[in-house]
């Protein structure tokens, strides 16, 4: 029963630490973890129904789980473990809890912080740029590649709608035109008919108006029929 | 993502596997989750040595994901070659084959017109149409009910048609485009269009002798149909379209230009409205002589295009199959006849041009004269006279014809009938034409009969149309045109694309020689025998004709004759021929002046407006 107690002493010591870091800290990422206290509070709360053991390295997952909320926004994922240490290294102020043995982190992939952009290797941060234009770059070519097949897909539709507006036009063509030939052809049929009423052009009841005399061919174009047949009160030749 | 639980600071704290698990397990956050998995796999092997092993079975399986992940991508590009190298071909083949329709675009015949537009054929899609009742989705009855007033049929027949086979009824033929459209639009099972292209003739019989018809094979059986078929067929291309699943046609692999054919229409120099008003006369005399046949012929001489061809009887074009076959014979350019005095002015021309006759000769016409050994009278005035040769063509006169022609030397005389093209073929673009009759030279210079018969127009044939060709040269200053009736190719804005070429016209006459045969021909409709055709105001020239009719087994058919009139107008500017041709009219007052003459004059009194031709001054 004794070491259960042990580890419980320990562990609100470090909470304590913790908190005091969650009070003292101006880093921007602790601050805004709002998941903080309710992390805290259960912990505590563990803490206080365990039985056994509520080991540091429970508290440290608590605290990585902290972390790792705010990687989620901004970290990238690191395989290389020099990146992480020399992280961690680097990040000692708020790694207070976390002091982290090089040997048992060295072993797996693992995430690591950016809280500071300075931190992250120049590479690292290349490869980020890389990655953002050229994942912006893809999205436009997709999109660009959509649109261009979108538009061949469309066009064919338009050219079979266009085609078929075609066919429709011609055939009304053929039949606006074979209809009139029939009508009009119909028309001089009946025509022909004496109950008509209709007469043909007759040469006795056409008038024939003389070219106008200023006319430098009129004088001599006899073989020309100039003079144009005109019904009644047509409007006089000559000016 | 997940963060080791290597990280862990204190290796020699005991990890209990449950507790942890309890502490976390109300924690939302999936990222957390997968950690805490992590952590309890971890956690239970807990320990150098198995983290090790741990790391190696991720590095594992890490490797088989991997590995399995190119394997796929591998397999996927295996079968991407695959596909489109080793068979790419053979599969683009069977996608075609799927896709492809073979499309014969509706190339339809080009259309026939009329110098004025006016359509004298053209195509148009037909539908024909067959049942297949066992796919009906309704009663027979129902159907033929909904049939029947649209195909003008007897409902009751239908049903009929119907039950008699179970497939395969051949319901109507022909069926035009609209009805179709509205049989179609019923959205019935079991009924199948085939279409075809059909000529359709809107003038019906009106232009059938010029313009032909179309046969079900779509060739050419008479008239410009079928001479001009070359003009008159477009290439018909069979064109492989690729077509959607819906059935809509789509635009690759379409062939170049492959909607770019041409609006071009063969444009004849026939007249609608002359023609029709040279049907009406046409009609007219030949139901009151009771003629066998005849026919009108209008011809623009200074180019030589025929306004109007005219003969009756003729058929419907529409439906060819129910006329007489002889009627498709185009006899004005197929048939020969001996011309008898229309052949005179063009004798009179000869001799003026040879110098053998002056334009005020006189000669004494006894009423009869011997040649060799047999006596030629003249038709009708036997009383002896001294006429000039004026008077010789208005009264017709054999005796003085013959008499004008003996003062020529029959081997140039002979010469100048060969010259006119007498025997030989016109050259126009009508088909089945024949060439004219003339006898050889020899059995033409062994008697002196032969050119005193062929002075009054008998003793050789020759077509109506070469006639009207003849009298042509007359009329335009001597020069010998083709009459042709095709203008040429013209598109929907009129431009003319195509034209035949004519062979140059041959001068055959002096323009002064040819007035002057033309002024006398006016006096033979001013004083003459053709009054018949006088119009008031203007001047006609013209010249009867009435012929005895050549027996096919020689000699003349008795009682049987041709009547004719050829006419010239205006005279003072000679420019259109028109030749009116009354085969073995009936009835006693039956000649070339009382029965050919009236048509000629129905003719000009409508070519005349129709022309614009001013009156004499």
Same mark, same amino acid.
């Not at chain 2, 395969?168 to 085939?194: K, P, Q, T």
């Not at chain 2, 007489?324 to 011309?339: C, K, M, Q, S």
């Given at each position: 029963m004794k070491q259960p107690e042990r580890q419980y002493l320990r562990f609100t010591k470090i909470m304590a630490v913790a908190r005091k870091l969650a009070v003292s800290t101006k880093s921007s990422w602790f601050r805004r973890d709002y998941t903080l206290p309710s992390d805290h509070r259960r912990s505590e709360s563990l803490g206080k129904r365990m039985q056994s053991s509520s080991t540091l390295a429970s508290e440290s997952t608590a605290v990585r789980s902290r972390r790792k909320r705010n990687p989620s926004r901004n970290l990238s994922f690191s395989p290389r473990k020099?990146?992480?240490?020399?992280?961690?290294?680097?990040?000692?102020?708020?790694?207070?809890?976390?002091?982290?043995?090089?040997?048992?982190?060295?072993?797996?992939?693992?995430?690591?912080?950016?809280?500071?952009?300075?931190?992250?290797?120049?590479?690292?941060?290349?490869? @980020?740029?890389?990655?953002?234009?050229?994942?912006?770059?893809?999205?436009?070519?997709?999109?660009?590649?959509?649109?261009?097949?979108?538009?061949?897909? @469309?066009?064919?539709?338009?050219?079979?709608?266009? @085609?078929?507006?075609?066919?429709s036009l011609q055939r009304n063509e053929r039949q606006l035109n074979t209809t009139n030939a029939t009508l009009t052809s119909k028309m001089a049929e009946e025509g022909e008919q004496p109950a008509a009423g209709l007469v043909s052009p007759n040469p006795g009841e056409t008038i024939f108006l003389p070219p106008t005399s200023h006319n430098p061919n009129s004088a001599s174009s006899n073989t020309i029929p100039s003079s144009e047949a005109q019904p009644q009160a047509p409007t006089p030749l000559g000016y | 993502m997940p963060l080791p639980h290597a990280q862990c600071p204190m290796p020699h704290t005991p990890m209990q596997k449950s507790p942890s698990r309890t502490k976390f397990r109300n924690l939302r956050n999936l990222e957390f989750t997968r950690q805490r998995k992590f952590s309890r796999q971890t956690g239970s092997e807990n320990g150098t040595p198995k983290t090790i092993v741990s790391a190696a079975s991720l590095r594992s399986r890490l490797f088989i994901v991997w590995g399995v992940l190119m394997a796929a991508g591998l397999g996927l590009a295996l079968n991407l070659y695959r596909l489109q190298i080793i068979e790419g071909s053979k599969l683009t083949q069977r996608a075609r084959n799927q896709q492809m329709v073979n499309l014969r675009p509706f190339m339809p015949r080009r259309p026939v017109v009329d110098r004025n537009n006016n359509i004298l054929a053209i195509d148009r899609p037909?539908?024909?149409?067959?049942?297949?009742?066992?796919?009906?989705?309704?009663?027979?009855?129902?159907?033929?009910?909904?049939?029947?007033?649209?195909?003008?049929?007897?409902?009751?027949?239908?049903?009929?048609?119907?039950?008699?086979?179970?497939?395969?009824?051949?319901?109507?033929?022909?069926?035009?485009?609209?009805?179709?459209?509205?049989?179609?639009?019923?959205?019935?099972?079991?009924?199948?269009?085939?279409?075809?292209?059909?000529?359709?003739?809107?003038?019906?019989?009106?232009?059938?002798?010029?313009?032909?018809?179309?046969?079900?094979?779509?060739?050419?059986?008479?008239g410009v149909e079928y001479s001009q078929e070359k003009l008159l067929e477009r290439s018909v291309q069979t064109v492989r379209l690729s077509r959607a699943g819906n059935g809509a046609l789509m635009p690759d692999h379409a062939p170049q230009g492959f909607l770019h054919f041409d609006d071009l229409k063969l444009q004849l120099t026939i007249d609608n409205r002359l023609q029709r008003a040279a049907r009406i006369a046409l009609k007219e005399q030949v139901d009151k002589f009771q003629?066998?046949?005849?026919?009108?012929?209008?011809?623009?001489?200074?180019?030589?295009?025929?306004?109007?061809?005219?003969?009756?009887?003729?058929?419907?074009?529409?439906?060819?199959?129910?006329?007489?076959?002889?009627?498709?014979?185009?006899?004005?350019?197929?048939?020969?006849?001996?011309?008898?005095?229309?052949?005179?002015?063009?004798?009179?021309?000869?001799?003026?041009?040879?110098?053998?006759?002056?334009?005020?000769?006189?000669?004494?016409?006894?009423?009869?004269?011997?040649?060799?050994?047999?006596?030629?009278?003249?038709?009708?005035?036997?009383?002896?006279?001294?006429?000039?040769?004026?008077?010789?063509?208005?009264?017709?006169?054999?005796?003085?014809?013959?008499?004008?022609?003996?003062?020529?030397?029959?081997?140039?005389?002979?010469?100048?009938?060969?010259?006119?093209?007498?025997?030989?073929?016109?050259?126009?673009?009508?088909?089945?034409?024949?060439?004219?009759?003339?006898?050889?030279?020899?059995?033409?210079?062994?008697?002196?009969?032969?050119?005193?018969?062929?002075?009054?127009?008998?003793?050789?044939?020759?077509?109506?149309?070469?006639?009207?060709?003849?009298?042509?040269?007359?009329?335009?200053?001597?020069?010998?045109?083709?009459?042709?009736?095709?203008?040429?190719?013209?598109?929907?804005?009129?431009?003319?694309?195509?034209?035949p070429t004519l062979p140059t016209p041959r001068q055959i006459f002096s323009s002064t020689t040819a007035q002057k045969v033309v002024d006398m021909m006016e006096t033979v409709v001013s004083q003459g025998t053709g009054k018949a055709s006088k119009i008031k105001g203007y001047s006609i020239a013209g010249k009867t004709g009435t012929a005895q009719k050549a027996s096919p087994n020689g000699g003349y058919i008795p009682g049987a004759r041709i009547t004719s009139f050829v006419g010239i107008v205006p005279a003072e500017a000679p420019r259109y021929v028109v030749l009116a041709i009354v085969d073995e009219p009936k009835g006693e007052n039956a000649y070339g002046g009382t029965v050919a003459a009236p048509i000629v004059k129905a003719v000009m009194e409508v070519l005349i407006p129709l022309e614009k031709i001013s009156p004499k001054k």
């Open positions: 020099e990146a992480v240490t020399q992280n961690l290294v680097k990040d000692s102020g708020k790694q207070a809890v976390a002091n982290i043995p090089e040997k048992s982190s060295g072993r797996l992939p693992m995430m690591s912080t950016a809280g500071a952009a300075g931190a992250a290797p120049v590479w690292l941060l290349r490869l @980020y740029t890389v990655y953002r234009y050229s994942s912006a770059a893809a999205f436009l070519f997709v999109s660009t590649t959509l649109v261009v097949y979108g538009w061949t897909v @469309y066009s064919q539709e338009l050219w079979s709608q266009a @085609y078929r507006t075609l066919q | 037909v539908y024909t149409l067959y049942a297949h009742p066992k796919l009906f989705d309704k009663s027979n009855e129902e159907i033929a009910q909904q049939l029947a007033p649209i195909l003008n049929k007897d409902a009751g027949k239908l049903v009929k048609t119907f039950q008699s086979k179970r497939s395969g009824i051949l319901l109507a033929d022909g069926v035009a485009e609209n009805i179709a459209d509205r049989l179609i639009s019923f959205h019935l099972n079991g009924f199948e269009f085939i279409q075809k292209y059909s000529r359709f003739y809107p003038q019906d019989d009106l232009v059938a002798n010029v313009v032909g018809y179309v046969n079900l094979d779509r060739r050419g059986q008479a003629a066998k046949r005849a026919a009108v012929i209008v011809m623009d001489a200074m180019d030589g295009s025929l306004l109007a061809l005219v003969s009756q009887p003729t058929y419907n074009a529409n439906e060819y199959s129910k006329a007489d076959i002889g009627l498709f014979r185009n006899w004005t350019v197929a048939d020969l006849y001996e011309p008898g005095s229309t052949f005179k002015p063009l004798n009179v021309a000869i001799a003026l041009e040879n110098g053998a006759i002056k334009p005020d000769d006189t000669f004494n016409d006894p009423g009869t004269i011997k040649v060799a050994d047999r006596t030629i009278k003249n038709a009708e005035r036997n009383g002896y006279r001294r006429i000039n040769i004026a008077q010789i063509l208005q009264t017709s006169s054999n005796v003085g014809m013959v008499q004008i022609i003996q003062r020529m030397r029959p081997k140039l005389y002979y010469k100048w009938l060969e010259k006119l093209g007498l025997g030989q073929k016109v050259d126009t673009d009508l088909p089945f034409e024949v060439g004219g009759r003339l006898k050889s030279q020899e059995e033409f210079l062994s008697s002196s009969i032969e050119p005193a018969t062929t002075s009054f127009g008998q003793g050789f044939s020759l077509t109506p149309l070469q006639l009207v060709q003849m009298h042509g040269a007359l009329a335009n200053g001597g020069k010998l045109v083709t009459p042709h009736v095709v203008q040429g190719l013209i598109d929907s804005q009129g431009k003319i694309h195509y034209s």
